[in-house]
């Protein structure tokens, strides 16, 4: 755990967060939780402390190279074992973070993180977000395998007409990138990510 510690704290320090002890700690208990439970609803291929560190933990934190200071409300579709929206929420508790998960054992573990981990800050929905049709957004965030067009295609009506969407891509995001419609503006942030050669092309698309 001592190697996975420090990728974590060296990690958020290039990434310019705190590694303060309350943030070590939570992430410590999301790694515990997300192995125990994991052997049971399968919620992550990763096995190693130290991948998971890096390709779920540090990963979500690249979002917010494109999230701004201030008390957003973010909606996490699709989220999962909780990337990226826990991640997020661990280190910027003054973002309101909504967990949009429509399996039932998923947003169970969502559940159980929100009290185990005290985020106040934290929702868990479940449903699929194309059903989610009182609630809007200031910015929707996913990981999940969703295009860019199809994302914003489906689940457009949660952003906020001044809102946007961010999506984190790997090296094939070109191909998606030419099937946005051209009324769809979007700017691409490349980084790197911590403790890897890896750099990923943080998209941030508007709505329109």
Do not use: Q
């Not at 910027?92 to 559940?111: G, V």
């Not at 949660?158 to 961010?166: A, I, S, W, Y």
């Not at 009324?183 to 508007?206: C, D, M, Q």
């Amino acid at each position: 755990m001592e190697t996975a510690k420090k990728l974590l704290t060296d990690g958020l320090v290039k990434l310019g967060i705190e590694p303060s002890d309350s943030v070590i700690s939570t992430f410590e208990k999301y790694l515990h939780e997300l192995k125990k439970w994991s052997r049971a609803y399968n919620l992550t291929a990763l096995k190693k402390n130290e991948d998971i560190v890096i390709k779920h933990f540090l990963d979500s934190l690249l979002y917010l190279t494109v999230i701004p200071e201030g008390r957003w409300n973010i909606c996490d579709i699709g989220s999962g074992a909780g990337f990226p929206g826990l991640p997020i929420a661990t280190v910027r508790h003054e973002l309101n973070i909504t967990l949009i998960e429509p399996s039932w054992k998923k947003a169970a573990f969502l559940r159980h993180l929100k009290r185990t981990l005290s985020l106040a800050n934290v929702e868990v929905i479940e449903s699929r977000a194309e059903d989610i049709k009182e609630r809007t957004f200031d910015i929707a965030v996913t990981r999940a395998l969703f295009s860019i067009s199809d994302l914003i295609k489906k689940t457009g009506h949660l952003v906020k007409e001044d809102g946007f969407f961010v999506l984190n891509k790997g090296p094939k995001f070109e191909e998606e990138i030419k099937k946005i419609p051209s009324a769809v503006k979007y700017e691409i942030i490349k980084v790197s990510l911590p403790g890897t050669s890896l750099s990923r092309n943080i998209i941030k698309a508007f709505n329109s």
